[in-house]
Structure formats: C-alpha cells, structure tokens
C-alpha cells in the first residue's frame, strides 16, 4: 500500500537516499529542502514512480515549519511518515573559536536539528492524530549522541537531545497508534563530510569502511514499516560496529 512520506533536509545525502528508498517501495514523497533548492530539485528527478513534490522551507521559523506541514498536506492529502533529517553540523572546536562563535554555533544547530525536528514532528503528529490514522515518525540521529562530537559538540548534544524526544513522543503517541524511533549513523558517505572520511576514520569500523548512505536509509525505511511498530522507542545502531553500547 502506497503512503505518503515528508523527508526533511532531502536535497543530498543521507535525505535523498531516504527519499529514494520510500520511491522505489511505491512511496509518494515529500521533499523538503532549506537552502539547497538545486540539489533538492536533483532528488526529485531521480525519484522513480510519480506525484512526488518538492517544497522548500526554513525549520527555524515556526510559521515555515507549520506552513511546510500545511503544504505538504494539501499536496498529498495526508502525511503518513515523517523522517527528521534536516541538520546543521558547523565546526566549532571550544579551544579555538571566539565566545560569538561558539554561541551562534549552538544556536544554529539546536535551531535546525532540535527545535526544527521538534515543531515539524508535533505538526505531524497532531495531523495524524485528527486524522485517525496511525502513522511512523523516524529521526535521524547520530552516533556522536553517545560517543561525543569534540569539534562539532552542539551537533552531538542535539543528535542527543533528537534521540530523547524520539523517545518521549514514541510513549506519548503509541495511545494514537503512532511509532516513533531513531537511529544513530556514525560516519556515512556523503558530500557534507567527505573532507573528513581519512583512513583512520573508515578503520573506526571492523568493516574498514564508512555506511553508504543507502544502508543508513534502509534502516530508516524498516522502522517506518508497520512490522517495525513493536520497535517504537528505539534507537537503532548504524555504525558498523565502530561504537558498541
């Protein structure tokens, strides 16, 4: 049965190779972009099967995030899945950036990765709430939550923070017939963090090697399934065994 799916932060990466994995299952989905329109419009084609839409929005402004949700609504007449995805990862190391830098670094991450996933996915919910159907929300979260991120720490603290609102929203909505999960990539390969892929970094892994991004988006499309419902709650490990908890 086809649903239709909102993909935060779809324009490359991690997000496009979700938005491809719901394509190719028979999905409709929503692709939402920020600033990387061109990129984002690039998914879209790629996207196989048809009635796909592209919407742009700011997740830092509360009234682009509703009017995303209102949109991505009325194009498709109802969300079904809603993956958070979108995030900003700014390097701001605590030894070497200025108090304005370090401040601003914070408040541009929570702002997207936090405060963004967190107004979308309550939009959402309560769409799927009034609606009567039940419904899967998955976030995209990081092995950094738990292994540190010590040149990108607001980046970890909110992949940390995304990781316990999954968890608050998966017992507040279960009621409702909605799952909520996570799960916790640690490097992937994807433009955003070629430049630090070196050979230490893939020896992390006892694969010699960083996730595809495919494999990451494989994991993200189980949870969304109704079979993965029992598995609301959890934060799924996509690390290739480089961080063990």
């Known amino acids: 049965m086809s649903r239709n799916v909102l993909v935060t932060g779809a324009s490359r990466g991690i997000g496009r190779a979700v938005a491809l994995a719901f394509a190719e299952r028979g ?23 048809e009635g796909h839409v592209l919407l742009q929005a700011d997740l830092t402004d509360p009234d682009e995030a509703a009017s995303l949700v209102e949109r991505a609504v009325d194009r498709t007449g109802g969300i079904d899945v809603l993956v958070n995805n979108a995030a900003l990862n700014p390097a701001h190391p605590v030894a070497s950036v200025s108090f304005d830098e370090w401040r601003a670094a914070w408040r541009a991450v929570m702002d997207v990765n936090v405060f963004g996933a967190a107004d979308v996915s309550y939009l959402i919910a309560r769409h799927m709430i009034d609606r009567g159907t039940r419904g899967h929300i998955v976030n995209v979260g990081s092995r ?68 595809e991004p495919r494999e990451v988006a494989a994991a993200v499309r189980y949870l969304a399934s109704p079979e993965a419902v029992w598995s609301s709650g959890a934060v799924l490990d996509v690390n290739g065994a480089s961080h063990l908890r």
């Open 27 to 49: 999905d409709r989905v929503v692709v939402h972009c920020g600033s990387r329109r061109g990129e984002a419009e690039t998914t879209l084609e790629r996207l196989p099967g």
């Open 144 to 211: 950094g939550a738990y292994r540190g991120e010590p040149d990108h720490p607001a980046y970890g603290a909110s992949k940390a923070a995304l990781h316990s609102l999954g968890q608050s929203l998966a017992v507040a909505l279960a009621p409702h017939g909605i799952s909520v999960a996570s799960v916790a990539p640690g490097f992937v390969e994807t433009e955003r963090v070629a430049d630090r892929l070196t050979d230490a970094v893939r020896a992390d892994s006892p694969f010699g090697r960083v996730a």
